[in-house]
C-alpha cells in the first residue's frame, strides 16, 4: 500500500495536468448515465466519481505501476447491449446487466492471475503478434478521432481551439527540436514540465472567445451524501437485487470480449515500461501480469456493487502512461518515482474534484479535447513502439495487417485474424518462448 504524502511525493505539474485531462474525461460518461440509465445530474456526477476512486486502488493498493484507465473500446458493445428491447429502458434490468459483466469480468481476470494462466499467455505472445495488437491500438485510435460524429472529434466540434490544443500537447509532449531548443531555456524548461496542461489552458480560451466552448458554470457542492443514498437505492445489487441466472450468462461472451482487450492492453502497458526502464536503473518497476489481473478484478467486483457500469475498470490510460513515463524516464532530479507521477495525477485517489460542480462544469465543454489529445498521444505512442518490437520484413507486414483486423473488426475477429496471418506467414514457431527471446 502506497499513502499519499508518506510513500508519494507530490507533483504540482501531474496534479494539474490530471485535474484538467482526468477531469474532463471522467465526465465522459456522464450523459449516459442520465440518458439512458435514468440518473439525475448529481448521481450521474457521484457515479463517475466513485469510478474515478476505484481506479486509483490500482497503484494504491497493489502497486501496479500503470495509470489505469477505461476499456474504452468495449463501451460502444456495452451500451448497445443495454440497450437491446431486452434491457432498453427497464433501468433496474440495465443496472443488473451491469453488474453480471462487471462479475463474469472479475471472474475471468482473477481466475487468470490466481492460476497464473494470464501471466504466461502474456509471456507467451511473440512480439509481432504484440506489435500487431499495439499498432491496431494506434490506428484505432487515429480513425476514432477523425470519426464524423464522434465524441473525441474535436477537430469537427472545434475544429480551431481544438486543433491548437491537440497540437500543443502533441509537440510537447514529443517534439525533439523543442527539447534542444529549451535545453538551456529554464522559462521554457518549467513550461514543458507541465506537460499536457499548457495545451488545455491555451484551448480552452481560445475556445472562449471563438464560441467553440460553451461553459455553463454551476455554482453548487455536490451533496454527496444525498446522491449516493439515492445512487445505491437505484444501482446496487443490495438494493434492487442481483442479476438473474439468464443475464450472467448472456453477458458472458461480451466479458470475453473484452478480455481481449485488457490483454492488449497489459501487453502494451508492459512493453512501454520495459522500453523505458533502461533509463532509470535507480528505480525497478515490477511488472507482475498475475497481480494486475487480480487487482483489476478485485476493482471489478468493488464497482459492480456501488457504481455498476461495466468498461470503467481497466488496467491502462495509454495517453497518460506515455505522458507520465516520458517525464519519469528523464531523472529522478525530475521524478523520484513513478508512482509521485501516477499518484499525483490521480489526485492520490481523492475525489474532491466531483464535489466542486463549479470545477466539474467548467471542465465539461473540454470533454472532447481531453479524448483528442489522450487519443492522438495513444495513437503516437503506440506506432512507435509497435514499429520497434519487429525487425524482419515479413514480421511487419503480419504485425500490419494484424493491426488492421485489430482496429477494424471486433476484437474477438480481430484476434482470429492476426493469430491465422501471423501463422500463415511468420510460422507457428514464432509462438515459441525460445524463439521471441
Given at each position: 500500500?502506497?499513502?499519499p504524502?508518506?510513500h508519494l511525493?507530490f507533483?504540482?505539474?501531474?496534479m494539474?495536468?490530471?485535474?484538467?485531462?482526468a477531469g474532463?474525461?471522467?465526465?465522459a460518461?456522464?450523459p449516459?448515465f442520465?440518458?439512458?440509465l435514468?440518473?439525475?445530474?448529481?448521481?450521474?456526477?457521484?457515479m463517475?466519481?466513485?469510478?474515478?476512486?476505484?481506479?486509483?486502488?490500482?497503484?494504491?493498493?497493489?502497486?501496479?505501476?500503470?495509470?489505469?484507465?477505461?476499456?474504452t473500446?468495449?463501451?460502444p458493445f456495452?451500451?448497445?447491449?443495454?440497450t437491446?428491447?431486452?434491457?432498453?429502458?427497464?433501468?433496474?434490468?440495465?443496472f443488473?446487466?451491469?453488474?453480471?459483466?462487471?462479475?463474469?469480468?472479475?471472474?475471468?481476470?482473477?481466475?487468470?492471475?490466481?492460476?497464473?494462466?494470464?501471466?504466461?499467455?502474456?509471456n507467451?505472445?511473440?512480439?509481432v503478434?504484440?506489435?500487431?495488437?499495439?499498432?491496431?491500438?494506434?490506428?484505432?485510435?487515429?480513425l476514432?478521432v477523425?470519426k464524423?460524429?464522434?465524441?473525441?472529434?474535436?477537430?469537427?466540434?472545434?475544429?480551431i481551439?481544438?486543433?491548437?490544443?491537440?497540437?500543443?500537447?502533441?509537440v510537447?509532449?514529443f517534439?525533439?527540436?523543442?527539447?534542444v531548443?529549451?535545453?538551456?531555456?529554464?522559462w521554457?524548461?518549467?513550461l514543458?514540465?507541465?506537460?499536457?496542461?499548457?495545451?488545455?489552458?491555451v484551448a480552452g480560451?481560445v475556445?472562449?472567445f471563438?464560441?467553440?466552448?460553451?461553459?455553463?458554470?454551476?455554482?453548487?457542492?455536490?451533496?454527496?451524501?444525498?446522491?449516493?443514498a439515492s445512487?445505491?437505492?437505484k444501482v446496487?445489487?443490495?438494493?434492487?437485487?442481483?442479476?438473474?441466472i439468464?443475464?450472467?450468462?448472456?453477458?458472458f461472451?461480451?466479458?470475453?470480449?473484452?478480455?481481449?482487450?485488457?490483454?492488449?492492453?497489459?501487453?502494451?502497458?508492459?512493453?512501454?515500461?520495459?522500453?523505458?526502464?533502461?533509463?532509470?536503473?535507480?528505480e525497478?518497476?515490477?511488472?507482475?501480469s498475475?497481480?494486475?489481473?487480480?487487482?483489476t478484478g478485485?476493482?471489478?467486483?468493488?464497482?459492480?456493487?456501488?457504481?455498476?457500469?461495466?468498461a470503467?475498470?481497466g488496467?491502462?490510460?495509454?495517453?497518460?502512461?506515455v505522458?507520465?513515463?516520458?517525464?519519469?524516464?528523464?531523472?529522478?532530479?525530475?521524478?523520484d518515482?513513478?508512482?509521485?507521477?501516477?499518484g499525483?495525477?490521480?489526485?492520490?485517489?481523492?475525489?474532491l474534484?466531483?464535489?466542486?460542480?463549479p470545477f466539474?462544469?467548467?471542465?465539461?465543454?473540454l470533454?472532447?479535447?481531453?479524448?483528442?489529445v489522450?487519443?492522438?498521444l495513444?495513437?503516437?505512442?503506440?506506432?512507435?513502439?509497435?514499429?520497434s518490437?519487429?525487425h524482419?520484413?515479413t514480421?511487419?507486414?503480419?504485425?500490419v495487417?494484424?493491426a488492421?483486423?485489430f482496429?477494424?473488426?471486433?476484437?474477438?475477429?480481430g484476434?482470429?485474424?492476426?493469430?491465422?496471418?501471423?501463422?500463415?506467414?511468420?510460422?507457428?514457431k514464432?509462438?515459441?518462448?525460445?524463439q521471441?527471446?
Amino acid at each position: 500500500m502506497r499513502i499519499p504524502l508518506i510513500h508519494l511525493r507530490f507533483s504540482l505539474s501531474n496534479m494539474l495536468q490530471g485535474l484538467a485531462v482526468a477531469g474532463a474525461t471522467g465526465m465522459a460518461l456522464v450523459p449516459y448515465f442520465i440518458a439512458l440509465l435514468g440518473l439525475t445530474f448529481e448521481e450521474a456526477v457521484t457515479m463517475a466519481m466513485f469510478h474515478s476512486t476505484l481506479i486509483s486502488f490500482s497503484w494504491m493498493f497493489f502497486g501496479d505501476p500503470y495509470a489505469p484507465g477505461w476499456l474504452t473500446p468495449a463501451i460502444p458493445f456495452v451500451v448497445a447491449f443495454i440497450t437491446t428491447p431486452a434491457y432498453l429502458g427497464d433501468h433496474t434490468s440495465q443496472f443488473q446487466a451491469m453488474t453480471a459483466l462487471s462479475l463474469n469480468f472479475a471472474f475471468i481476470l482473477i481466475f487468470l492471475g490466481v492460476t497464473g494462466l494470464g501471466a504466461k499467455l502474456i509471456n507467451i505472445v511473440p512480439n509481432v503478434f504484440k506489435g500487431g495488437i499495439i499498432l491496431g491500438a494506434a490506428v484505432a485510435a487515429f480513425l476514432r478521432v477523425t470519426k464524423d460524429g464522434d465524441a473525441a472529434n474535436v477537430f469537427q466540434s472545434a475544429p480551431i481551439a481544438g486543433t491548437l490544443g491537440v497540437l500543443i500537447c502533441l509537440v510537447f509532449a514529443f517534439s525533439k527540436p523543442l527539447q534542444v531548443y529549451a535545453a538551456n531555456k529554464m522559462w521554457l524548461l518549467k513550461l514543458l514540465g507541465l506537460g499536457l496542461l499548457p495545451g488545455f489552458l491555451v484551448a480552452g480560451t481560445v475556445g472562449y472567445f471563438t464560441g467553440e466552448f460553451q461553459y455553463n458554470i454551476r455554482w453548487e457542492i455536490l451533496d454527496v451524501g444525498s446522491a449516493t443514498a439515492s445512487l445505491w437505492a437505484k444501482v446496487s445489487p443490495f438494493a434492487i437485487g442481483w442479476p438473474p441466472i439468464e443475464t450472467f450468462a448472456s453477458s458472458f461472451p461480451l466479458a470475453l470480449i473484452t478480455y481481449i482487450l485488457f490483454f492488449g492492453d497489459l501487453v502494451t502497458g508492459n512493453e512501454m515500461i520495459e522500453q523505458a526502464q533502461p533509463s532509470r536503473v535507480d528505480e525497478t518497476l515490477e511488472l507482475d501480469s498475475s497481480r494486475a489481473h487480480i487487482a483489476t478484478g478485485i476493482r471489478n467486483v468493488l464497482m459492480s456493487i456501488i457504481a455498476p457500469f461495466f468498461a470503467t475498470q481497466g488496467v491502462l490510460w495509454t495517453g497518460i502512461q506515455v505522458v507520465l513515463l516520458k517525464g519519469w524516464s528523464e531523472g529522478r532530479e525530475k521524478v523520484d518515482s513513478i508512482f509521485d507521477s501516477i499518484g499525483s495525477f490521480y489526485a492520490f485517489g481523492l475525489p474532491l474534484l466531483f464535489v466542486i460542480l463549479p470545477f466539474v462544469t467548467l471542465l465539461e465543454p473540454l470533454l472532447p479535447l481531453a479524448l483528442a489529445v489522450t487519443l492522438v498521444l495513444t495513437a503516437f505512442a503506440c506506432a512507435t513502439l509497435a514499429l520497434s518490437l519487429v525487425h524482419d520484413a515479413t514480421e511487419r507486414g503480419a504485425m500490419v495487417i494484424t493491426a488492421m483486423a485489430f482496429s477494424v473488426f471486433e476484437p474477438w475477429l480481430g484476434l482470429l485474424v492476426g493469430i491465422i496471418v501471423i501463422v500463415a506467414l511468420c510460422g507457428i514457431k514464432v509462438f515459441s518462448p525460445q524463439q521471441d527471446s
